[in-house]
């Protein structure tokens, strides 16, 4: 249940932090509320295990701790002693489930007493029972030029950048992207964290392989084109990878400028939480970057945006900032770093590695209680192992030698096929489940065949698609009216496609701001589309969000499943 923070908290993290504490303990999640845990008991100790376990299910291998605050959330405090006995009793716990534990931050209370008294606030980490590592997604937004692939550079790499760009040259895929500067496709760069919370990343020469193996947590950051002209790639990379959080980063010599407020209004209407960081502080003086700071702070208060924002300036405000950010949708925090003097990554990699999932185990659970459905983003022919497709599964779990379908085609019809072997993170899976992207190789299947936007999906979901649908939508901008016949390329999921308005219900046409429920064609290929899914269209500078609300479903018993293989095509 998302905290409801009241307003002005955000400004002073101190006051932040008590409120969250002074909030009653929740039986579900992932932070567990102490007093003391001195000499406990046999019985009581092997009752704390339990819980602890508990904790780190709810959290997927991660809980928090706070030693000395009672379970109404009241600050209390420990001595000396009494805080040194409790730590080493939660080490012997954490020892027992196979965790270790990272003291996050330690804080003096006032309370009627002579002696010092504290309260203490430690991670707990493991790696889930079913060693697959926790894994976060990360979108990163911003203007051309203003830093993006630098700072992933930095982070994954492990070293600063020389001013003018060396830090980014292994992220770019292609020879114009190197010679340009600017990224113009879709790349991942992976930042792992140990159980001890230290950085595992490319610095000692490791290979992804080595860093997945040594990681319980991974941050996998998906790198977007900032240029105009790469929009729809950038929306693509947004609305089908399934980001659990976006990164903004804004220049802080140029502020907010280009395409910055189209990339957070992308973000806030496709309901990714987002962060910002303000690259480039050593270019400027301090005046610059404060202007920048308010600029920004100003635009997330305006009555469509309605956050609070919050400067993380030491680790104590990013330790706040990341239990907060992903409690409470309201909050975006702001950091000020440079990729060239280093100063305040560390506070970023904090955040990082503090930073809890949005989903817990029971929805996890559910999702891959549900039939196989696997989106494909990405297609490649890689030697001497045939055809490749990257993307996410949505739910379900995937296993090597699992037999599917794909589609839908251009005629509607599914391809039966078979997954010869996984890989997540550039190492070999045997098993993939719901909510984590891989690459999965289909041997000889034809790759002419396949494209973006089909999916995989269990033989036995009997697949609904559809070339004509219904969407609610809001009219964002549009310059003169919007109609029927009007064609706008739709993106919803990993689906992306021009489709006309066959009818716009209830009005004869649409202005800026308006709302409706609006039948669009698909004019190319049926597609696979979802009630509920989230939609967004676009045509030159008309843009749009909604969500589905009708299908008008071809089914597959209409329109058969496709028999007839062609070569190096995989029967059951």
Request: charged fraction near 25%; glycine fraction near 8%.
């Amino acid at each position: 249940m998302p905290i409801e923070v009241p307003a002005g908290t955000a400004s002073n993290p101190s006051v932040l932090f008590c409120f969250v504490l002074f909030s009653d303990q929740a039986e579900d999640g992932n932070i567990e509320y102490k007093l003391k845990l001195v000499n406990p008991s046999q019985y009581r100790f092997e009752h704390l295990v339990t819980q602890m376990k508990w904790r780190l299910q709810e959290g997927r291998g991660e809980a928090v701790y706070q030693i000395g605050v009672e379970d109404n959330g009241l600050l209390v405090g420990l001595s000396e002693e009494e805080m040194r006995a409790s730590l080493k009793t939660l080490r012997r716990m954490a020892e027992k489930v196979g965790a270790d534990i990272t003291v996050l931050r330690e804080r003096e209370v006032d309370y009627d007493s002579d002696v010092p008294r504290k309260i203490t606030e430690v991670l707990v980490r493991k790696v889930p029972d079913n060693q697959q590592f926790l894994d976060l997604r990360v979108a990163v937004l911003g203007n051309v030029d203003s830093g993006k692939s630098t700072l992933l550079g930095v982070l994954t790499q492990g070293e600063l950048d020389n001013g003018r760009g060396r830090a980014r040259l292994n992220l770019f895929r292609h020879l114009h992207e190197i010679q340009s500067g600017r990224t113009s496709s879709i790349s991942f760069e992976i930042l792992g964290f140990n159980s001890k919370g230290e950085v595992v990343n490319y610095s000692d020469s490791r290979t992804a392989e080595e860093i997945c193996e040594s990681s319980s947590k991974m941050i996998t950051f998906i790198d977007l084109a900032g240029h105009h002209k790469y929009l729809k790639t950038t929306i693509f990379g947004l609305t089908s990878y399934c980001p659990d959080f976006a990164m903004l980063v804004v220049s802080a010599n140029t502020g907010i400028a280009g395409t910055t407020r189209e990339h957070l209004g992308l973000a806030m209407a496709l309901k990714v939480p987002f962060f910002i960081v303000i690259s480039k502080v050593d270019l400027c003086s301090k005046a610059t970057v404060e202007r920048t700071v308010k600029q920004l702070e100003r635009i997330l208060k305006q009555p469509g945006c309605n956050k609070l924002p919050l400067l993380v300036t030491s680790d104590d405000d990013a330790v706040t900032a990341a239990q907060q950010f992903a409690q409470s949708p309201n909050i975006t925090p702001i950091f000020t770093l440079s990729n060239v003097s280093g100063e305040n990554l560390d506070l970023v990699k904090v955040f990082l590695n503090i930073l809890p999932p949005l989903t817990n185990s029971k929805e996890q659970e559910e999702l891959m209680q549900q039939l196989t459905e696997f989106q494909v983003d990405e297609i490649y022919t890689v030697p001497e192992v045939g055809t490749v497709v990257g993307g996410t599964l949505s739910s379900g779990i995937c296993r090597e030698g699992e037999n599917l379908v794909v589609g839908p085609t251009d005629d509607g019809k599914f391809l039966r096929l078979k997954v010869c072997s996984i890989q997540r993170n550039r190492s070999a899976c045997r098993v993939l489940r719901a909510g984590q992207a891989a690459t999965l190789a289909l041997g000889p299947f034809d790759r002419s065949l396949l494209r973006k936007g089909m999916v995989m999906v269990s033989p036995e979901m009997n697949p609904t698609i559809c070339s004509v649908f219904e969407a609610e939508i809001v009219l964002l901008f549009h310059a003169t009216t919007f109609r029927k016949g009007f064609q706008v390329t739709v993106h919803v999921g990993n689906v992306r496609q021009t489709a006309v308005v066959e009818k716009i219900h209830g009005k004869d046409k649409l202005r800026t701001g308006e709302k409706a429920v609006v039948c669009f064609r698909f004019i190319k290929h049926p597609e696979y589309l979802k009630i509920g899914a989230k939609l967004l269209f676009r045509e030159g500078v008309t843009k749009g969000i909604g969500h589905v609300t009708d299908l008008q479903a071809i089914t597959t018993k209409e329109n058969g499943l496709e028999e007839s293989l062609g070569p190096g095509q995989l029967s059951f």
